[in-house]
């Protein structure tokens, strides 16, 4: 069972390595404008009804009300 519990971090490990390599770290400051990319897949009630090839990948802008 240990050894199963290794293997599987270690798959974890590599998978997240592989995500990050692509991803920056942002830093956003108050009364920043920014686009929101969201997946109308997921967030029909922001998305629409549209087709998914012809929904908008950005939606904004909105400006940044506070840093959490």
């Known amino acids: 069972m240990q050894l199963l519990m290794d293997n599987l971090v270690k798959a974890h ?3 997240k390595k ?3 390599k692509d991803r920056t770290e942002r830093q956003f400051e108050e009364g ?3 686009y929101l990319r969201l ?3 997921r967030q029909v009630s922001v998305g629409g009804r549209r ?3 012809l929904s908008s990948f950005f939606y904004g ?3 940044v009300l506070h840093r959490v």
């Open 13 to 15: 490990d590599r998978i």
């Open 18 to 20: 592989q995500a990050d």
């Open 51 to 53: 087709p998914q090839k």
């Open 32 to 34: 920043d404008m920014v």
């Open 39 to 41: 997946q109308p897949y």
């Open 61 to 63: 802008s909105y400006r």
